[in-house]
């Protein structure tokens, strides 16, 4: 079965600072891949995907996550962190066959000011 | 357009009583799911629908049973509420998840909180 694993529930960082989420699947195939944030008492929007077109993928408010075949892994980094971005992150794995999504359990993203 | 909508936003029930939500889509979606959040466990898939007329179960179906008679609406009932059923529901539609597509991702509604005593 899929897997995904965040590593780290928790993360706090400095206004200003680099933002790094990180982000690894268990698939021997390239799933597609995707980064959602999730602000207090609301849905879950989507940040990035990733669809085989690019390694590098850049999303919305600054963000951008890299995949790594070799690493298995798809971290979500953003060179400055605004007070705007404090969420909560979830990112998540559709396989090649099949038609569910499966997500991490989640990282409660602080910006300290 | 409206996106992902969720009837109710709140409830509070009772351990055995029932009761019904609601999520419509108006992007004319084939496929709909039904989310369960819980805090630690990220997302938990409990049902799901590839089109009108079709049901299938994810992750964590027992207790929960759904209906898709439109194609724009998607209902989650359960028969017998239980206090480990409280949680924050989500819907979900995409697109048909055909491979290569770009339209391959879901649309979320804004939850519905549900407390069961």
């Known amino acids: 079965a899929q897997s995904v694993t965040q590593l780290g529930s928790h993360v706090s960082v400095s206004e200003g600072a680099l933002v790094l989420l990180r982000c690894n699947y268990s698939?021997?195939?390239?799933?597609?891949l995707f980064w959602y944030v999730q602000y207090p008492n609301q849905g879950l929007q989507l940040l990035l995907k990733y669809t085989s077109a690019a390694t590098l993928v850049k999303g919305i408010n600054g963000f951008e996550a890299e995949f790594k075949k070799s690493e298995t892994s798809f971290h979500l980094t953003k060179p400055s962190a605004h007070m705007s971005d404090a969420a909560e992150y979830f990112c998540a794995v559709k396989p090649n066959t099949g038609n569910q999504f499966y997500f991490g359990t989640g990282t409660s993203l602080t910006v300290i000011p | 357009n409206a996106g992902v909508t969720q009837t109710p936003k709140f409830r509070v029930l009772k351990t055995g009583q029932s009761m019904t939500l609601l999520c419509a889509q108006d992007?004319?979606?084939?496929?709909m799911y039904w989310y369960r959040q819980d805090p630690g466990m990220g997302l938990r898939l409990i049902h799901y629908s590839v089109g009108e007329g079709t049901t299938a179960k994810g992750e964590v179906p027992d207790g929960y049973n759904v209906s898709r008679l439109k194609k724009q609406n998607f209902l989650l009932g359960l028969e017998s509420a239980a206090p480990s059923q409280t949680s924050v529901y989500f819907c979900a539609s995409s697109y048909e998840l055909a491979r290569d597509s770009t339209y391959n991702e879901q649309f979320f509604g804004p939850g519905t909180r549900l407390t069961v005593l």
């Open positions: 698939s021997s195939v390239p799933p597609y």
């Open positions: 992007m004319n979606h084939e496929y």
